[in-house]
């Protein structure tokens, strides 16, 4: 099921549309609306002013899966240990 998804103006670092918006301002031009593929691989090395941060290079399914399990690990820890994104904002 899905949620939609509206705008935070007051809090653009927690907004999911800002944050969208700022990862495909730092893909290439090349990768803007593609619908084959969502997460670009990182570039090695970036500063924060580079004008792209991301290739146009698709991370694989494999990679995607290592992502979120590791999210999801860093989650069950922050759930144990009593704390939660939220508390620590």
């Known amino acids: 099921m899905y ?10 670092l927690r907004c999911p549309i800002k944050l969208y918006d700022f990862y495909l301002f730092k893909c290439p031009q090349s990768v803007k609306g593609r619908s084959d593929a969502y997460y670009m691989t990182p570039e090695p090395v970036v500063a924060p002013n580079s ?7 698709p991370l694989s399914s494999k990679q995607v899966e ?3 399990a590791r999210i999801i690990v860093v989650r ?3 759930e144990i ?3 939660s994104p939220e ?3």
């Open 3 to 12: 949620e939609e998804q509206i705008e935070d103006p007051e809090n653009p």
């Open 51 to 57: 004008p792209m941060w991301y290739s146009s290079q």
């Open 66 to 68: 290592q992502m979120l």
């Open 76 to 78: 069950e820890i922050q």
């Open 81 to 83: 240990i009593g704390t």
């Open 87 to 89: 508390s620590l904002s």
